[in-house]
């Protein structure tokens, strides 16, 4: 069966329309403006979150157990005339120990994750491992288990952990780990700070060409807008994906592998998982 869209993606504009949200929103931008001092005349703001929630998510984990919410776990700065300096810069929010404004207001379906289990590390790059490690561990318990979910009385698996890179108050990137069954390429450990490349058309299929990185652009493409998948969208799912690979893992593909019949090989790959996905 297909999960179809309603009013944008999955619901989510009619979802934050409501007078009631519209309201608290509001609320939690006037206490950023306040606290950081921010010149809106300058900056404009975004919060981030994830809409999540009764199926959104693709896969079979705890939080489509949960009726659809709103969980904000970040905010951004957009600079409105663009500069060299703070454009586009990263706030570092202490979201959950304020008084005049508690960012999340649960009874109304809009969440903080900094009210739920959230993890730290330090990584030393110049000896990554000891860290790669502990957010293995920290990834496998939440694949196993979703502390978020759990925190709202549901037990069920989690799908993975976003980080981010701090310098004192400027964020320097942003990764996610996942647990083996959610993952979009295949690797010897849940966690890696680097690769080996891939010198073959057969390597690249089997490590980057997975059903879960075909699946996200049929959800992203088609059924999060509600649009009807067909066998017809073969090619540009294949597109997708084909780009997709390219753009992230470009620096570990060797130049010995044949690319027009690696395109090929992942359109194989796309026809034989619609065909599965279209007789569910």
Known sequence: SQIMAVNGHFGFPAFMKSSDR??????FFEYLIEFYKIDTKVYDIMIFGEFCGDNIQPFDI????LPKCFVMFDAKLIEKQKSDTDYNRWLKIDM??????????????????????TYEVQIDMSNPEPARIIIEHFTINVDNECPFAKQL????????????????????????????????????????FSQENVESVKEFI????????????????????GVKVEMKNIPEITDHVFNDIISEESANIGRDVDMANAYKQISYCVKKYLTNFLTK
């Open 62 to 65: 705890a939080l489509i157990h």
């Open 153 to 192: 009385g549901i037990i069920g698996k989690g799908e993975g952990i976003v980080w981010r890179m701090w310098d004192g108050d400027k964020c320097l990137s942003t990764f996610k780990t996942k647990g083996d069954s959610h993952k979009v390429k295949k690797e010897k450990n849940v966690v890696t």
């Open 22 to 27: 519209t309201k608290s929103m509001k609320t």
């Open 96 to 117: 959950k120990n304020n008084n005049k404004c508690i960012i999340g207001n649960s009874d109304i379906l809009l969440y903080n994750v900094y009210d739920f289990q």
């Open 206 to 225: 089997d490590k980057y060409c997975t059903d879960n990185r075909i699946d996200q652009f049929i959800t992203k493409l088609y059924v999060a807008k």
